[in-house]
């Protein structure tokens, strides 16, 4: 099986184990007390709790979505538009694009620096398989149409991830090349807004393999991609996960190993995200249900925290996405199963030494759930699937 995770949102990972899980367990997290925190019902906007919920304007599935983490704006994809919207209203603005045929769809990959979205075209040609992709840009997304192409040296580029530091014109991407070059891992560093490309960083295909679930994040501060992965396939009982720096001038890697605890160890990293001025990371594991931190400049570890409600053996449990606020210096870890259920899924918030903050209660979070999307200013975000699934984004304040 695949460990790309379409059905959830396009270009992010999902763990291999937790694709298997059915629907509908429910079951995770620790805070300080062992207690799951109190819940929240939906709440007014600029409190702690839910806020509005977003339905694409065609009803369709959302592939891919951003907001501007300084700004009102946000974007959306589906198969048939790309939809632009208002984040503090959840409000459709306008959709554009044209429907591209079967099988083919937009992507949103994400904003770069100064609100410029980026976004993938997958068209799949009459009487092919596979599909065409290129990618277009929105400059700016409150502009609400596209206004250029983004053009990568490398020809058909199948995203996986775009870095989320919008604070900076470098951007991120981890992509694949195109079948005829057999697929190979590599990183493009870009300034998306004047579509130049300062380096093309081929990666290493063993350690960068889909099969070890490599998350991509930014230490903008320290210029490097922050890759972290399970060597081995998330392997029961395996070796630990690893940390993994790229220089973004010379390509240059060095790694250190991460936290392998729990009787079953570690396994799959299932999300990431890095302060891009600290140098602080967190990460999710699958099979003990762990949230980890790091200082990426020394290369060790801060400390390790259980979700609210969960042991070191609890792989149903374990949380998917990863947010950071660099802000106000948090953390966002998404967890679907959460406690006994009661409370639906969750958004579990620690601060950057690892200490549990709250818990955001009452959402309808998807299997291998990508990362909330965070305007700190506003300390509210947008996250995948809502009420009636995944043709839904729900907001949420924290």
């Known amino acids: 099986m695949s460990r790309f995770c379409s059905i959830a949102a396009r270009g992010k990972f999902c763990s291999v184990a937790a694709m298997a899980l059915i629907a509908g367990l429910h079951v995770s997290g620790v805070s300080a007390a062992g207690e799951a925190p109190a ?70 990959n994400g904003i770069a620096g100064g609100d410029v979205g980026l976004v993938e075209i997958e068209k799949v040609p009459q009487g092919k398989l596979y599909p065409r992709r290129h990618y277009k840009v929105i400059n700016p997304v409150t502009g609400s149409k596209f206004t250029g192409k983004w053009t990568p040296p490398l ?47 081929s990666l290493d295909t063993n350690l960068f393999c889909l099969c070890d679930g490599p998350q991509l994040g930014q230490f903008t501060a320290g210029n490097a991609a922050v890759f972290a992965l399970s060597p ?12 993994v720096l790229v220089d973004l001038s010379t390509g240059q890697t060095s790694q250190f190993s991460g936290y392998n605890n729990g009787f079953f160890h570690a396994g799959y990293v299932n999300g990431l995200a890095v302060d891009p001025g600290t140098g602080v990371a967190a990460t999710t594991t699958e099979l003990n249900s762990q949230v980890e931190f790091y200082y990426l400049n020394k290369k060790k570890g801060i400390t390790f925290t259980q979700l609210p409600c969960t042991t070191d053996t609890d792989q149903t449990n374990s949380g998917s996405g990863i947010a950071v606020d660099p802000v106000n210096k948090l953390f966002l ?18 601060d950057e030494a690892g200490n549990f903050v709250e818990s955001i209660t009452g959402f309808n979070l998807a299997i291998g759930e990508p990362a909330p999307v965070l305007n700190p200013g506003k300390r509210m975000g947008w996250v995948f699937s809502g009420p009636n699934g995944f043709s839904q984004l729900q907001q949420f304040f924290y």
């Open 39 to 108: 819940t929240g019902k939906t709440k007014p906007s600029g409190t702690v709790g839910l806020g509005k919920v977003l339905t694409s304007k065609n009803g369709g599935q959302i592939f891919g979505f951003d907001i501007d983490q300084v700004g009102d704006d946000g974007v959306l994809a589906t198969a048939a538009d790309v939809e632009t919207f208002n984040q503090d209203t959840g409000k459709i603005k306008r959709a554009f694009g044209k429907y591209l045929g079967p099988d083919s769809d937009y992507v949103v």
């Open 232 to 243: 081995d396939g998330g392997a029961v009982g395996g070796q630990p996960p690893l940390n």
């Open 155 to 201: 020809d058909g580029l199948i995203a996986q991830a775009m870095s989320t530091d919008q604070s900076t014109q470098t951007s991120l991407l981890f992509a694949l090349t195109n079948l005829k070059s057999g697929e190979e891992p590599v990183l493009i560093v870009s300034d998306v807004a004047a579509n130049t490309f300062s380096n093309v960083i």
């Open 333 to 350: 870890v998404t967890d679907q199963f959460y406690c006994d259920g009661s409370q639906g899924s969750a958004i579990v918030v620690y």
